[in-house]
């Protein structure tokens, strides 16, 4: 599946679904669950932990609030303190698309899930969320952006997903 990468604020995207780096309690901490947070008001999180906690790998979806989005999907790649896995990223994205497409959502923006806080390396992480993206069969999404807060981790997701899509 073709896919973007772009370079921003996630909470300040607008698309059919968000996606939210999230353990697996799905309880709104700091990274892209906090920049979510604050933008979406405080219903985010009390809806996210009552959906939780959730399987390593697993998903759940909660209202936007005040985002400019239908649905924040919370993809738990590491348990809470925990650190993501090969395996959990991949879950977590894989689960996430699904979930976005079962949704019939046309458009999700997805950060680099298991990266951050989680502990998992930058480019490897992306080199798997990118192999998932670009494996992916949709019925519904057409617009998939992977996005970077800062200048670096952007150069380096880019030139992951340009040797990914070769």
Excluded at 113 to 134: L, N
Excluded at 139 to 144: A, C, I, P
Excluded at 155 to 166: F, I, S, W
């Amino acid at each position: 599946m073709e896919f973007e990468v772009i370079q921003g604020d996630i909470a300040a995207q607008s698309a059919d679904a968000l996606v939210n780096a999230a353990n697996t309690s799905l309880r709104m901490g700091s990274g892209v669950a906090g920049a979510l947070k604050r933008a979406a008001g405080s219903g985010l999180n009390d809806e996210a932990v009552a959906k939780g906690p959730v399987n390593l790998g697993g998903v759940a979806t909660t209202d936007a609030y005040d985002l400019d989005a239908e649905y924040v999907i919370h993809a738990a790649a590491m348990p809470p303190g925990g650190q993501a896995t090969a395996e959990s990223i991949r879950d977590a994205v894989r689960n996430a698309l699904v979930e976005a497409d079962a949704l019939d959502c046309e458009s999700v923006v997805l950060p680099a899930v298991g990266c951050g806080i989680a502990g998992f390396g930058f480019e490897d992480g992306v080199r798997i969320i990118c192999e998932e993206i670009d494996a992916f069969r949709a019925d519904s999404l057409t617009d998939v952006r992977l996005i970077a807060y800062s200048d670096d981790d952007f150069q380096a997701m880019q030139r992951v997903a340009e040797a990914v899509g070769d």
